[in-house]
């Protein structure tokens, strides 16, 4: 018992400690995927947003040599408004490689503020779902009746108290919208597209081939359900089982990592200084104050970036307060959340520059890393050339619903990181492949190149994604793997040997053991 009381506190104390770095990183960078209508914004007279559509490839990292980025278009992207064309390249391989397992972490899709700004009214949003309201989606019908059979599932408490479906008429703090569920309906519909040639699940799937894990969050519960609606070839509930991680790390029972902890307050020390030493963003907000009558601190503290964002993505007039007896409203302007969108973008490029969060982002993820290669080799045990696959299948596809604060550590640790911060309803994947087993001839080639061979076996090959853009040559593990050689894939001995030992480089340690609990200098 007191093993687990410890056990919880470590969970509550670092969750605090991941909500507050959650705020001052996001709306930072983000990686679009494929070409695409580009939303191009502009102020509307009356102190509205509008939308111009224009053509554009949009981009996984940032043009070398460009042009500073528009802070206002990269947080139109960050939205990642559901009603544009998107191609996914997850499923792509050399042919006759086999799919043999995926492992997908998200974000949760749209939600509502967690904040609100002093003295102005909250964004009028309703969250219950509607197909007839947009966005919607072909299965948002079927999803909501499926959602209402709920209790034929398995649920890890305390789960099961958590509703399926977000349902008030005004949003709630935090609620996932409409517009959340359709976004990851879509990402579903992408992968089961992107899926379906290589079988990876069978029509008549069972419960040990998904395994399916969420935070306690409502947003991200009902974000995955939808994903798992959108991709299943049949959604049964009969056979999934829907797991509780404690902490947004998904850590499991390897979270206490007092180093961790440590980075983590040197990089949130680092962010402050910086921030503190804008003296655009400063002004800007000292202006934002007068304008709703209100005290700086107060402002600052309310986190204004957060409804702000909230009202662009859904098109809502930016708030507004009475001006008293002259009968006119004082707004906050475009102008404004320009500015501290454009420090933020600033603090992307200092975050990498001195590398903390990098090494808290390495701690951080190196216990769902390592639980993602150790089901990879458990997958390609079960695949091996003359064994006998285990009854009802290997786990083949993994679903981890998670936070921001989850998917931007993982890219770090990833090695990814010029990738742009994880937009709405962003996603991660891990494929696992397979090559067709060698030749002779190939046998004898790589026999006299000293190389070993698996015989009749074939080889074993990892692809990394990110919002469905092939990211893995740009992994820490993988850059410099000589893609135009005899194989065009990453090796998974270099993901393993990474995740085994490799990444604990840059803390000067060999071991996550060694790492955390090492006494500082």
């Known amino acids: 018992m007191l093993a687990r009381n410890r056990f919880l506190l470590l969970v509550v104390v670092g969750g605090a400690a991941l909500a507050i770095i959650s705020l001052s990183l996001q709306f930072l960078n983000l990686i679009p995927t494929t070409p695409i209508v580009e939303e191009r914004p502009f102020q509307a007279a009356d102190g509205g947003v509008g939308v111009a559509l224009g053509k554009s490839r949009k981009r996984v990292f940032p043009v070398p040599h460009a042009q500073e980025p528009d802070p206002i278009a990269e947080a139109y992207g960050y939205c990642n408004t559901p009603n544009r064309t998107e191609q996914a390249w997850e499923g792509h391989s050399p042919a006759d490689y086999k799919l043999l397992s995926v492992q997908v972490m998200i974000r949760h899709g749209d939600r509502y503020p967690l904040y609100t700004i002093p003295k102005t009214k909250r964004p009028a949003i309703d969250c219950t ?15 909501i009746r499926h959602m209402g059979l709920g209790g034929h599932g398995r649920w890890e408490s305390p789960l099961s108290n958590v509703p399926r479906l977000p349902n008030h008429s005004a949003c709630e703090m935090g609620e996932l919208t409409q517009t959340g569920v359709v976004q990851h309906l879509r990402n579903g519909q992408l992968l089961q597209q992107a899926y379906k040639r290589h079988s990876l699940l069978p029509p008549n799937w069972s419960d040990r081939q998904v395994w399916f894990e969420t935070t306690g969050k409502s947003r991200t519960l009902q974000s995955g359900l939808a994903l798992l609606y959108g991709f299943l070839p049949d959604f049964d509930w009969t056979k999934l089982t829907v797991r509780h991680q404690w902490s947004t790390l998904f850590c499991g029972s390897a979270c206490d990592c007092p180093a961790r902890n440590r980075y983590l ?3 949130q020390r680092r962010q402050y200084r910086l921030r503190v030493s804008d003296t655009e963003l400063e002004r800007t907000y000292v202006d934002m104050a007068r304008t709703l009558g209100v005290l700086t601190r107060h402002l600052r503290a309310a986190n204004p970036i957060d409804p702000l964002l909230c009202h662009l993505c859904h098109g809502i007039s930016f708030p507004c307060v009475s001006a008293g007896d002259s009968g006119t409203n004082r707004c906050l302007t475009m102008a404004q959340f320009a500015v501290i969108r454009r420090q933020q973008l600033d603090d992307e490029v200092d975050r990498r520059r001195v590398g903390l969060y990098r090494k808290y982002a390495i701690l951080a993820m190196h216990p769902y890393l390592n639980r993602t290669a150790t089901k990879m080799e458990r997958v390609a045990r079960d695949n091996e050339a003359g064994r006998q696959p285990r009854a009802g299948g290997e786990e083949v596809f993994t679903l981890s619903s998670a936070h921001d604060v989850t998917v931007a550590p993982l890219l770090s640790a990833l090695g990814v990181e010029e990738a742009r911060f994880p937009r709405f309803a962003a996603r991660i994947a891990f494929e696992l492949w397979k090559s067709p087993p060698a030749t002779q001839r190939q046998q004898k080639k790589r026999a006299g190149k000293g190389e070993k061979s698996k015989g009749k076996d074939g080889e074993l090959f990892l692809r990394v994604l990110y919002n469905g853009e092939d990211v893995t040559f740009h992994t820490t593990f993988c850059r410099t793997h ?22 604990f480089s840059v803390v000067n340690a060999t071991s ?4 955390c609990f090492r006494r500082p200098v």
């Open 129 to 143: 779902l509607s197909p007839s309201r947009k966005p919607s989606h072909p299965q948002l019908s079927d999803f």
């Open 265 to 267: 307050e040197e990089e």
């Open 482 to 503: 000589d893609r135009h050689a005899g194989q065009p894939l990453c090796p998974l001995n270099n993901f393993l040997s990474f995740v085994r030992r490799d990444m």
């Open 512 to 515: 996550y053991q060694e790492a």
